[in-house]
DNA sequence: TTCTTCATGTAAATAGTTACATGATTCT
DNA sequence: AGAATCATGTAACTATTTACATGAAGAA
């Protein structure tokens, strides 16, 4: 299976214990998103590919009426997680307008506005 | 003029001492790049988009039969460097798979490889 | 002469976000 | 009753990378 961006963090969180695509995407935005964020354009669809993969396994549980899918680890996803997680791969991409503002900071003439 | 993501790179540059595109990559490449990247397929487009919008203004300066176009920025192009620099605004964001495996580094059973 | 660098540009592929559709449940 | 949250999913749009085409100049 070839990893796509968010593949690590779905398993992982996979891992960490059963969970469905929305409580994932509501931990990725209150914590992972700062160092690795994922949409629901990426978590539903890479859901579906993982569990394609046998990397994780879904169980429908909807609470009432409603539908919701839990996915858990397998064994064969636990494999592929614990192969990434002693990787030394470091792939770091960033953008920060801060530091780009402040590469720029002195492109222009000064204007002397705190002098 | 809607901004993109490399707009203020290459305004910025240009406001530096004229350039070509070609040597705005180079320059990106070698140092901007570790907070705000940027491809040919970025840079090209949008050189010929501030020209468009009056930011900046391109001489053809060819090197013997060699093609060659230099940009340089204008005085509309400064009033609009100058705004975003003095902006507020601070997009930031990031991939960084040693904090992603660092997060996960907990998810497996451990295997006591080192005890 | 061959390799590297200079130089521009874009098509095609890949990646990612946003916004919507749909509707149940729970909280106030 | 109304608002917020739970829940899934995707279409359309936007963004970005990659790889190639093209070819001259300079260095070894």
Redesign the pocket.
């Known amino acids: 299976m070839q990893p ?2 968010v593949t690590w963090v779905l398993l992982g969180l996979v891992a960490l214990g059963p969970r ?4 994932i995407k ?1 931990i990725v935005d209150r914590s992972i998103r700062h160092f690795w ?6 978590i ?2 890479e ?1 579906k590919r993982l569990e394609e993969a046998g990397w994780i396994a879904g169980d429908d549980a909807p ?7 839990v996915y858990r680890i397998t064994a064969l996803g636990r494999r592929a997680l614990r192969g990434w997680l002693e990787g030394r791969e470091t792939r770091i991409e960033m953008r920060d307008e801060s530091l780009l503002r402040l590469f720029f900071s002195d492109a222009l003439p000064r204007d002397y506005g705190l002098g």
Chains 1, 2 share one sequence.
């Open positions: 796509t961006a469905t695509g929305y409580e509501r964020a994922a949409s629901y354009g990426q539903y669809p859901l609470r009432g009426g409603r539908a919701r899918r």
